[in-house]
């Protein structure tokens, strides 16, 4: 199957940066797109960014121009740079990849998503 593995949160100043990392590994045959979801405390996952295989990015609007998706398609790797961050965007940053492996002989398409990564952001 796949593995996906988030790395980079952690504890920062308002205005801050951190830079989040997520590899996925495994019987890959392709993958399509890769992006990032986060978790806040009593509320529900929602996306933060994404971005295909070609590189076409969407991002919420929370976001835009302060984090910056990006991809390395030889190390099945998705990265997440935030800046300017805010006490709001403290959560748990969750990678997700839309994959497609080889089992028994077939390819197999899914979804696969990491533990998550804990983002804390202070005031």
């Known amino acids: 199957q796949v593995q996906v593995v988030e790395s980079g949160g952690g504890l920062v100043q308002t205005g801050g940066s951190l830079r989040l990392s997520c590899a996925a590994s495994?019987?890959?045959?392709?993958?399509?797109?890769m992006g990032w979801y986060r978790q806040a405390p009593g509320k529900q996952r929602e996306l933060v960014a994404t971005?295909?295989?070609?590189?076409?990015?969407v991002y919420a609007d929370s976001v835009k121009g302060r984090f910056t998706i990006s991809r390395d398609n030889t190390a099945n790797t998705v990265y997440l740079q935030m800046n300017s961050l805010k006490p709001d965007d403290t959560a748990v940053y969750y990678c997700?990849?839309?994959?497609?492996?080889?089992?028994?002989?077939?390819?197999?398409?899914?979804?696969?998503w990491g533990q998550g990564t804990q983002v804390t952001v202070s005031s």
């Open positions: 495994g019987s890959i045959f392709s993958i399509k797109a």
């Open positions: 997700t990849t839309r994959a497609t492996y080889v089992r028994g002989g077939l390819d197999i398409t899914d979804a696969f």
């Open positions: 971005i295909s295989s070609g590189g076409s990015t």
